[in-house]
């Protein structure tokens, strides 16, 4: 079971630097000053009906993984409920901070035009470091 914690680590540090990435290199500062500001943006944004539903696949497809957790479970020293409890708050805890920190950088960096891999918006910048920062991501 060393080889999945392993493995868990790289996934979780390139998960992290996906999203750092993204929050970095989003051109926020200049969408939300062309929309008129942050109280604008807020004022004009909506749940789209059209598009509510991809967005809606991919959180879903997400959680098709949880057949994983036996194994995870299994590969703890002491697999007690309290710690198996700890593991699954502290998981969910990042997984949320990263999924809010990557979907309001990449709303507010692209607007109405994000698309629903955030990576492929970068490809419309002109900035050198940008487009280099999303082929690392990639």
């Not at 789209?48 to 098709?64: D, Y």
């Amino acid at each position: 079971m060393a080889d999945l914690a392993k493995t868990s680590r790289i996934s979780v540090v390139f998960d992290c630097l996906v999203v750092l990435l993204v929050a970095i290199f989003s051109p926020v500062h200049e969408s939300v000053s062309t929309s008129g500001g942050f109280g604008a943006v807020l004022s004009s944004s909506v749940v789209h009906p059209s598009t509510f539903f991809v967005g809606l696949s991919v959180l879903s497809f997400a959680f098709v993984c949880q057949h994983s957790s036996f194994i995870i479970v299994g590969s703890l020293e002491r697999p007690t409920t309290q710690r198996w409890s700890n593991v699954t708050f502290y998981a969910l805890i990042t997984c949320c901070i990263l999924a809010t920190t990557c979907g309001l950088s990449g709303f507010l960096g692209f607007m109405d035009n994000t698309e629903g891999n955030i990576l492929n918006n970068f490809e419309g910048l002109s900035d050198p470091s940008t487009i280099r920062a999303a082929n690392v991501a990639r």
